[in-house]
């Protein structure tokens, strides 16, 4: 196939990234459109596929992010160079591509936009899919020997979905996205198993899988692995053992050390599909590099001043099932607050249920740069109702971290929740403060 020219639209060189991401946003009418015609149409443009390397695509509701990180390390600790392509970001465009485990630089991500948008001839793409593009160019002129892709939204029409895996990942599967994905656990996992392929790995880490991803794994042809049956976890005193299967049926068992900064399921779902790409994980400290895989916000947890700091984007019922777990086995003998905002479009009664009685007091604030945000006088009158009356209002969330850590005494825990935005908003005022502590 002959490659088109790549050079950019007159006056779009001189762009910053800062300004293509502003024109990203306005050059597609919807901010989500689902389907790969498009992706696909300007990937072949630009001779992009397929990938002249293995893939790893992780799909899922709750658990990618975290899978994603876990694989990135031990792959990288196995000397193959990665790539890694998530989203969203919390701080930095960059955080979405990354080669060797370090994102993209300006100007790397500005060629690539360039060439884009020189290949798409008029093609309407979503930031989304220029986004996708971008990794993948990068991934194909850096030569890296592992891309690893997290998928976007659902799965089947998701723009990751234009790339064939040669390892796929379905993680826990939750009500999530129901305006694109469904109403219920079935027609969202059939959904995540669009990524699936006849005869490639499927491993399947939801531990109770929903009967439309179990049917929809049958349909696709995969080869499955499922958890608690091929690969799993058991506890033992100091740690875990983790037990893998390969393709032709061999066990293996690996040692970790407890606490784990992300859960087991999902550290155990990654090495099950590096083990299905054939890395030599019996020739690595997985144990150590497993220990240091500290995910941004996922159960992250630091102390400031005293008061122990809890970061979790956990934006759905079953995530903040998880996240309270978490904060059990991590005990407080204090008071714990609650920093708290979420999406309009979320279960935002199911995650107050689940996690009111694991709060002293909520901290809400809305969030005028997010239209899709939540009022936070919304979800006061749903705390309300929900029997809360420990709550504070404010107008966004820079003064409702202020007014919280000023009411924290030592030994308090502070835990921020409910949507990447939130957990993205707060980051820079903790790193603030980390900073001004460090120089006394």
Known sequence: MRRPSLSPQKGMSKLSLA???????????????????????????????PLPCPVLTVAGTNGKGSTVAVAQAVAQASGRLTGQFTSPHFLRFNERIQVGGREADD?????????ID????????????????AALLIFRQRSVELAILEVGLGGRLDAVNIVDPSVAVITRIDLDHQDWLGDDLDSIGREKAGILR?????????????AGLLQAVTDSGAEPFYLGEHFGFDEVAGGLTIKLQQRGGEQQSLL????????????CAALQALLLLDVDLAALDIAGVVASVRPTGRQQSLVVGGQQLVLDVAHNPGAVDKMIEYMAATNCNKRTIAIF???????IHGMISRSLASFDAW??????????????????????????????????????????????????????????HTVAAILPLVDKDLRKEQRG
């Not at 020189?118 to 593009?133: H, K, M, N, P, W």
């Not at 905002?341 to 279960?347: E, H, I, V, W």
């Open 107 to 115: 100007s790397e991500i500005v060629a690539a936009f360039e060439q």
């Open 363 to 420: 901290f809400l604030a809305d969030q005028p740069d997010q239209p899709r945000a939540a009022a936070a006088a919304d979800i006061a009158a749903a705390l309300h109702e929900q029997g809360c009356s420990m709550i504070s209002v404010s107008k966004n969330l820079r003064q409702a971290y202020r007014r919280a850590r000023s009411l924290l005494e030592e030994g308090d825990r502070l835990v921020v929740f409910g949507s990447f």
């Open 118 to 133: 020189a290949a798409r001839d008029g093609t309407s793409l979503t930031y989304f899919e220029f986004a996708t593009l």
């Open 198 to 210: 006849a005869g490639i790995p499927a491993v399947i880490a939801d531990p109770i899988p929903p």
């Open 341 to 347: 905002s979420a999406m309009k479009d979320k279960d």
């Open 256 to 267: 970790l050390a407890q606490p784990l900064s992300v859960l087991p399921v999902n550290a």
């Open 19 to 49: 300004h293509w991401l502003q024109r990203l946003e306005q050059l597609h009418p919807v901010e989500v459109e689902l389907g790969l015609q498009r992706c696909g149409e300007v990937a072949m443009r630009l001779d992009l596929l």
